[in-house]
């Protein structure tokens, strides 16, 4: 089956339709949907406490500074019940914040807008805490040709903004799933009885698709890269073992890409990036990021800016 005819099978969602499905999931989990009535249970504390006719303004502040991601979810979350809210977002995904700039502004009822903070809050703070760590290693590799890559050690049902969050911090996307690149892993590879034989069996039965192998070793290196695969990724290796496959790639397969993969922080990616290769592949920048500090502030009165 060639790509052609494998991506006619697979209708990809558009972003608009993944973030309404995941915005329904999330109110769902934290307002409570009761089935038989077909309606939200709702914020029962704000119902008892506040008036529901209260109009207030909303302003969405960084507590520190960093990279935004997320912007492109506060209008479609403050709206998902009430499109009379009036919402201003000031600042762009990518754009660099510091410890008090304004993202949003948002002008509705108290009860629309205390019914989606938390879900706004915990988004924006993951999504912008993945861009500012992607933006930091993106920083300390700037002066190669190394791209910071994405893993699939993502957040289930969140990886379309997880991805886009890496790219919002200079960073690149790997692939999306399984189902849209072939990367043969050590455990294929022992299966399969070598790295060479995996890839010869993936050229063959998918000609046109992108084949990646996975090496631990010069020995192993040396193997695939006999196969030719379209790119052949570097796990675990000392810094020396990758710059001699990258010497050794150079002078004989030069249109093979090199991946780095493994042992990969702030305090080992710049020797990796200088050794040569092509991309570095970081699962922690999406899976154990260090969420963004941004709050939500009410204030009562006061009209929104134009």
Same mark, same amino acid.
């Given at each position: 089956?060639?790509?052609?005819?494998?991506?006619?099978?697979?209708?990809?969602?558009? &972003?608009?339709?993944?973030?309404?499905? %995941?915005?329904?999931?999330?109110?769902?989990?934290?307002?409570?949907? +009761?089935? $038989?009535? #077909?309606? &939200?249970?709702?914020?029962?504390?704000? $119902?008892?406490?506040?008036?529901?006719?209260?109009?207030?303004?909303?302003?969405?502040?960084? !507590?520190?500074?960093?990279?935004?991601?997320?912007?492109?979810?506060?209008?479609?979350? &403050?709206? @998902? @019940? +009430?499109?009379?809210?009036?919402?201003?977002?000031?600042?762009?995904?990518?754009?660099?914040?510091?410890?008090?700039?304004?993202?949003?502004?948002?002008?509705? #009822?108290?009860?629309?807008?205390?019914?989606?903070?938390?879900?706004?809050?915990? %988004?924006?703070?993951?999504?912008? #805490?993945?861009?500012?760590?992607?933006?930091?290693?993106?920083?300390?590799?700037?002066?190669?040709?190394? $791209?910071?890559?994405?893993?699939? !050690?993502?957040?289930?049902?969140?990886?379309?903004?997880?991805?886009?969050?890496?790219?919002?911090?200079?960073?690149?996307?790997?692939? @999306?799933?399984?189902?849209?690149?072939?990367?043969?892993?050590?455990?294929?590879?022992?299966?399969?009885? #070598?790295? +060479?034989?995996?890839? !010869?069996?993936?050229?063959?039965?998918?000609?046109?698709?992108?084949?990646?192998?996975?090496?631990?070793?010069?020995?192993?290196?040396?193997?695939?890269?006999?196969?030719?695969?379209?790119?052949?990724? %570097?796990?675990?290796?000392?810094?020396?073992?990758?710059?001699?496959?990258?010497?050794?790639?150079?002078?004989?397969?030069?249109?093979?890409?090199?991946?780095?993969?493994?042992?990969?922080?702030?305090?080992?990616?710049?020797?990796?990036?200088?050794?040569?290769?092509? @991309?570095?592949?970081?699962?922690?920048?999406?899976?154990?990021?260090?969420?963004? +500090?941004?709050?939500?502030?009410?204030?009562?009165? !006061?009209?929104? $800016?134009?």
């Amino acid at each position: 089956m060639t790509a052609c005819e494998r991506s006619a099978k697979i209708i990809e969602p558009s &972003f608009e339709d993944r973030l309404k499905k %995941l915005l329904k999931d999330a109110f769902d989990e934290d307002l409570g949907y +009761d089935v $038989k009535k #077909g309606a &939200f249970l709702g914020d029962i504390t704000t $119902k008892t406490v506040l008036d529901e006719n209260t109009r207030v303004k909303a302003v969405i502040r960084a !507590k520190e500074s960093g990279v935004l991601s997320g912007a492109n979810i506060i209008e479609p979350a &403050f709206n @998902f @019940f +009430d499109d009379n809210c009036e919402i201003a977002v000031l600042k762009s995904d990518g754009e660099r914040l510091e410890s008090g700039t304004i993202i949003a502004e948002i002008e509705g #009822g108290i009860h629309t807008i205390l019914a989606a903070e938390r879900i706004v809050l915990n %988004l924006l703070q993951r999504l912008s #805490g993945i861009a500012t760590a992607t933006d930091n290693l993106v920083q300390k590799i700037s002066h190669t040709k190394a $791209k910071l890559i994405d893993t699939r !050690k993502t957040t289930p049902t969140l990886r379309f903004l997880e991805k886009q969050a890496v790219v919002h911090g200079g960073g690149k996307n790997h692939r @999306f799933g399984l189902y849209d690149m072939i990367l043969i892993k050590d455990t294929h590879v022992s299966a399969a009885g #070598g790295g +060479d034989i995996a890839v !010869k069996k993936a050229r063959e039965k998918y000609s046109s698709e992108k084949i990646e192998v996975e090496v631990q070793s010069l020995e192993e290196f040396y193997k695939a890269l006999s196969a030719n695969p379209d790119r052949i990724m %570097l796990d675990n290796m000392s810094v020396a073992d990758m710059k001699q496959a990258v010497k050794i790639r150079n002078e004989r397969a030069l249109g093979i890409e090199l991946e780095a993969s493994g042992n990969v922080n702030e305090n080992t990616i710049t020797q990796i990036a200088e050794t040569g290769v092509d @991309f570095i592949s970081v699962g922690a920048i999406t899976h154990s990021v260090k969420a963004l +500090d941004i709050n939500l502030q009410i204030e009562k009165n !006061k009209k929104i $800016k134009k």
